[in-house]
Structure formats: structure tokens, C-alpha cells
């Protein structure tokens, strides 16, 4: 079956613009999970979205936001991106629970 | 707060040697344990988990030892091959009874783990 699907694989911006990330889960997963890793921080958790709601958020200032759509897709945008936004943004889905399956990522570059 | 830890950045071994990969953690809400391979600009790929109810879980070459008193838990690979080379992550979750558990996922900051031929 497939897998965790994002979109694009790369994206450079500039300072100041906005951004949207895409992530298609496996079929009939129904949680969505972002994350963002940066050498400094880690793997950090952005928010998760189920049946089109937001259940969970991490510790990102608002500028950060995301949403599910009725078939599960979700996206992920930063707006009035810095430099610190430099990052590669991983989203992760899941049935319920606990096990959660991985996408390649997103590698954002802001200059 | 680093809730989860893994105090090895590092770790060689020789092919067909044991590794063992370690991680603590703080928050005993925890109640779910995972350990992720990963290579450089791609996802974290699933290994193996342990739920909070067993001290032991295996599957083919890779064991997780969780010990809860002491909030640890290990990963062992054997034996360990040129193809296991990558990071290796820890991470843990809190069920819904931790109230604010879905979907999160903590990782530890990784383990670079080196297997030579």
C-alpha cells in the first residue's frame, strides 16, 4: 500500500513570504501528525489533525497552522517566514493510537 | 524540560557485534515506547515499540528492554550489520489518559549509530 506522501520534496523561500506543505496519509488513516526537525531542536511536535479537527499543538507561535480535509490530506502553513523556519517538516499518520508511519519530509530553506 | 534522553550521540560496533542503544525519560505519563531508524532527509522509519505493560518486546533481530522503575529502556540489535548504520531515535507518548496525548510524539535527540564491516 502506499505510503505517507509530501509535497514538494523541496522548497526554498524568502524571508517574509508564506509557505504550504502538503501530506497525504495511508489510506483509511485518519490522524495526521506534523513535526519539524531542525540540528538545534530535534524533532519537535507541530500539531495533529483527526477527522478534520485539531486534537493537539506543540509549543510553535501562530504563525504556524495547519488543517485536515475530509479525506484525510492535510496541510501545514507558515506564514511571514524567518530564517529559524529553515527546517525539514515531517508529517506522520496514523490509524488510532500509537503507531504512527513517517512521510520523506519537507526540506523548507528560507534565505 | 528534555523529556526524553538519549545520552549517547554516538555509538560504533563491529559487524555481527551487539549494539545497544539507550534512552531515559521523565514524564511517567509515558506509557507507549518507539525507537525510529533514520537516514539523512527522510522520515523516520518504525522499528519497534513497547507498551508501558511489558518489560520485553522482539522482532527478528532488534529487542526493546523497558525498565519503569528506573525509566529506561534499550534498544539491542543482533548481530548488528553495515546496513543497520543511521540515527536511531527514541520516543515516547502519553495515552489519552494524559490528557494531551494525541498524536505527539517526544523524540530523544538521536544516536548515531556506526556499524563497520
Known amino acids: 500500500k502506499a505510503g505517507v506522501t509530501q509535497t514538494p520534496r523541496y522548497l526554498i523561500k524568502t524571508r517574509g513570504q508564506q509557505v504550504t506543505l502538503s501530506c497525504s496519509p495511508i489510506?483509511?488513516?485518519?490522524?495526521v501528525s506534523w513535526y519539524q526537525q531542525t540540528p538545534g531542536q530535534g524533532l519537535q511536535f507541530l500539531f495533529e489533525?483527526?477527522?478534520?479537527?485539531?486534537?493537539n499543538k506543540g509549543n510553535f507561535p501562530g504563525r504556524f497552522s495547519g488543517r485536515q480535509f475530509s479525506n484525510s490530506r492535510s496541510e501545514m502553513n507558515v506564514s511571514t517566514l524567518e530564517l529559524g523556519d529553515s527546517a525539514l517538516y515531517l508529517c506522520?499518520?496514523?490509524?488510532?493510537?500509537?503507531?504512527?508511519?513517517f512521510g520523506s519530509g519537507t526540506r523548507l530553506t528560507v534565505v | 524540560d528534555q523529556q526524553v534522553k538519549q545520552n549517547s550521540p554516538s555509538l560504533s560496533v563491529q559487524e555481527g557485534r551487539i549494539s545497544i542503544l539507550n534512552c531515559d525519560y521523565t514524564n511517567s505519563m509515558f506509557d507507549y515506547f518507539l525507537w525510529y531508524k533514520k537516514y539523512p532527509a527522510e522520515g523516520p522509519t518504525f522499528l519497534i515499540s513497547?507498551?508501558?505493560?511489558?518489560d520485553k518486546n522482539e522482532d527478528g533481530r532488534f529487542t526493546v528492554f523497558l525498565n519503569k522503575s528506573a525509566k529506561h529502556l534499550s534498544l539491542h540489535i543482533v548481530p548488528s550489520q553495515p546496513g543497520d548504520s543511521a540515527v536511531y531515535f527514541c520516543?515516547?507518548?502519553?495515552?489519552?489518559?494524559?490528557?494531551?496525548?494525541?498524536?505527539?510524539?517526544?523524540f530523544g535527540q538521536g544516536t548515531i549509530l556506526t556499524v563497520h564491516p
Open positions: 513497547i507498551s508501558s505493560i511489558k
Open positions: 489533525y483527526f477527522s478534520e479537527t485539531q486534537r
Open positions: 520516543a515516547a507518548s502519553a495515552g489519552p489518559a494524559g490528557g494531551t496525548s494525541y498524536g505527539k510524539l517526544t
Open positions: 489510506s483509511g488513516h485518519r490522524s
Open positions: 506522520a499518520s496514523s490509524l488510532e493510537g500509537h503507531g504512527y508511519t
